[in-house]
Each structure stands twice: as C-alpha cells, then as structure tokens.
Nanobody, 123 residues
Framework: VQLQASGGGLVQAGGSLRLSCTVSGRTFSTYGMGWFRQAPGKPREFVAAITWSGDSTYYADSAKGRFTISRENGKNLVYLQMNSLKPEDTAVYYC?????????????????WGQGTEVTVSS
C-alpha cells in the first residue's frame, strides 16, 4: 500500500487549502484514514480521521470547525479541506491508513503512511 499526499503550499492566514491523499491498492475502501501533522521540533499530532465507510469522522480540537475530512472510495482518495488557516497550522501534513483497531487519534493505530506535504501559513 502506498500513500501520496499533495496539495500543500504557502497561504496567508485566513486562507484555505485542500489536501489530497491517493492510496494505491484495491482495498482502500476497507481502510480507516487519518491526517496528522508535524511542525518543526514537535511530535507528530493527530488532525482528523474518517472511518472506512465515511460514516464517522474525528477531529482534533484545533481542527474542529475549520477542517473537514472526506473520502471518495471509488477514486481511492481522501481529502482534508482546511479553512481559516492560522500560522500555527504550519506543518508537514501526513495521511495514514489503518486496517486494524485502536484509537483513531494515535499514530500507532495506523499501518501505512504517506510522505507528507508541507503547509505554510503566513501571518
């Protein structure tokens, strides 16, 4: 399984970006998916997650009300729509896939990771 994140870039505070993650393989629809981010000098942190069916979503407090995770199983894609961006959202954003159980909030619950896409929000 390979994950490819894209859509990062430089944006001004208050702006928007949509990140995409393409997942290879025929079993994408069975994976729970998550987005994490890592700022320089900080640990990787949870941003958002979505179940395999898309019926349930989970968000970090910092993302609630501003970010939306979604997926298109027919296209092997998962998205992270980010609105009202703040300088503190600056980080490398990673998508991840999971087949097993455990909390969606923890990195250890994910089996596969993409390479990351960089988001920079200027003030």
């Amino acid at each position: 399984v390979q994950l490819q994140a894209s859509g990062g870039g430089l944006v001004q505070a208050g702006g928007s970006l949509r990140l995409s993650c393409t997942v290879s393989g025929r079993t994408f629809s069975t994976y729970g998916m998550g987005w994490f981010r890592q700022a320089p000098g900080k640990p990787r942190e949870f941003v958002a997650a979505i179940t395999w069916s898309g019926d349930s979503t989970y968000y970090a407090d910092s993302a609630k009300g501003r970010f939306t995770i979604s997926r298109e199983n027919g296209k092997n894609l998962v998205y992270l729509q980010m609105n009202s961006l703040k300088p503190e959202d600056t980080a490398v954003y990673y998508c991840a896939a999971r087949q097993g159980g455990g909390s969606y909030y923890y990195t250890r619950s994910y089996d596969y990771w993409g390479q990351g896409t960089e988001v920079t929000v200027s003030s």
